[in-house]
Structures are given as C-alpha cells and as structure tokens.
C-alpha cells in the first residue's frame, strides 16, 4: 500500500493540477504570474526566456548585469591610466547609465513612480553578484565573457532584455494616457536614452551635438519602425488585451529582430565595411608598403 501510495504521488507531480508555482516579479508592471505546471519546469521555463511582460527572467537579468558591467569597463581602458575610475564608480556607472538607465528615467520622467530596479527581488543581487566576480583573479571573468562570442550573447540579451522593456513601457503608457505620441516618445526613451546619455557623457556637449546625429540617424529609424510596428499592430488592435497581444506573436519576434540586426555588426563582413576588421586594416598597410 505504502509503494502503491508512493507511485500514485509521484505520478501526481507530473499534473497541471497538482501544483500552482506563483511569484511577484515587478520587472515594469508588477504584475502577478501563475502557472499550473509541475513547479521546476514551470520555475526553469518561466526564467529561460524573452517573454518579460509579467516577470523579469533571471536569463535577460543576468545577460544585461554582464553586458552592463563590461560594457562599461571596454569603455573605460580608452581612459588614461589615471583617470580610470574606481571599483565603487564601476559599479554605480554599470548599474545606472549602461544597464537601468531606461528604468530610472522613464519611470521617474514619465510616469511618475520608483524606479523597480531599486526594489525588484533580483536586479540589484545580480549586478552585485557580477560585481564580485570581476574580482576573480587573472581578470578571468573579463577574459571569458569579454571575448567575441561570450559577449556577443550578453549582448545579444541586453538587447533582447532592452527591447521587451520598451514593449512593456509602450503598453503601460498607452495603458496610463492613449496618447501617439506620448507611447512612442517612452518607446524612444526607452531603447535609445541610455546610449545618447553615455554618448554626451563620453563626447562632452560641444563634440556630442556635433556627431549625435550621424552616430544615433539609423539606430533612431530603426527603432522608430520595431516601435511603430509593435504599436499599431499590436497595443492599438488590441488595446490592452493580453491575450490578444500574445496571439499576435510580435513582442518576441520583433525583440529577436533588434537581435538579428544586431548580429550583423558582428559578423566578418560589417566589421570589414565600417573599418573594424584587423583583416582591412592589414590589407591597407600592405597596400601603403606596395
């Protein structure tokens, strides 16, 4: 009786009806997520994807922590030796103005409310955690997910992760206001603030104005049309109806888009036609030396 109990509980877990697995997870909105599942598979798949309208999956909050903090520490070695920052700074920098700015100026400018990366369960642990281990010695942290491949996945998740948190601001200030533009000036906030901020940071305002232009002309366009698109077609057709915004497919297939396009810039040939291939570069000095 006892093993015949046993088996019949065990067969029970694999039930949707056995267990209900249920966070809080405020990435944009604070919206609650259930799911009936068998609670491992449902915890694992819940965090392994780029479905981030309802939770924050560890998966884009890991890959934006570590894209943030080297983001950053690649920008900082072109400073001088001694004017680099410290390790307090490169924590602060990373976390504000290369892996939440989107979240502190929108929801501060634009809706009028607490930043969610200040009080989110899993933001700050996971740039502390990545922080830490920047400390590893040999600066192995940095040589593993610095190099092309490693980097271009964070990367790659960044984008994924900055993209869905567009989609979720667009909703939420459509949501608030039903206003065009409004929704799309959050949406342009949102993908672009960050890289214009560091842009002016970097460049100083004089140099910055100068090349802002030519610098950020294709990524304003381009993220203009992800943005349009996902707002008529998707938040205007369905005008807050989750399920209708999930039967259109378009928050993750226009998210992995951005990402598709962002692949290009790492592949041979774009390095080579914008002058970052060291194949070009050895091509023109043998040219000179001919």
């Known amino acids: 009786p006892r093993s015949a109990a046993w088996r ?4 029970s877990l694999g039930s949707s009806e056995t267990m209900t697995w249920q966070y809080d997870s405020p990435n ?17 798949m819940a965090h392994v994807t ?7 999956p560890l998966l884009l909050c890991w890959g934006n922590a570590i894209w943030a903090m080297l ?26 103005f290369y892996g939440m700015f989107a979240n502190f100026s929108v929801n501060l ?34 040589r593993v997910w610095g190099s092309t491949i490693p980097f271009f996945i964070v990367d790659t998740l960044g984008l994924l992760d900055a993209t869905t948190t567009m989609f979720n601001n667009m909703e939420a200030a459509h949501a608030a206001h039903k206003q065009h533009h409004f929704t799309m000036l959050v949406a342009l906030m949102t993908y672009l603030g960050g890289g214009i901020t560091r842009h002016f940071i970097a460049q100083g305002f004089v140099k910055g104005c100068a090349t802002l232009e030519s610098k950020f002309a294709f990524e304003f366009v381009f993220i203009a049309a992800i943005a349009g698109t996902y707002y008529y077609a998707a938040i205007l057709k369905c005008d807050a109806d989750s399920k209708c915004l999930d039967a259109t497919g378009l928050y993750e297939q226009l998210a992995w888009v951005v990402a598709a396009r962002n692949a290009y ?26």
């Open 8 to 11: 019949a509980a065990i067969r």
């Open 28 to 44: 944009h909105n604070g919206a609650m997520l259930s799911t009936g599942t068998f609670w491992p598979v449902a915890a694992l």
């Open 50 to 56: 780029t479905e981030a309208r309802t939770s924050y």
């Open 71 to 96: 983001a950053f520490r690649k920008d900082k070695v072109m400073l001088p030796g001694g004017e680099r920052p410290g390790y307090i700074v490169n924590l602060l920098i990373s976390f504000i």
């Open 109 to 142: 400018l634009c809706f009028g409310r607490a930043p969610s990366a200040l009080y989110d369960a899993k933001i700050i642990p996971v740039f502390l955690v990545v922080t830490l281990a920047l400390l590893i010695p040999f600066n192995l942290f940095e």
């Open 265 to 290: 810039e790492y592949l041979p040939v774009s390095r080579y036609a914008h002058g970052t291939s060291f194949v070009k570069k050895e091509m023109e000095e043998k040219a000179k030396g001919e």
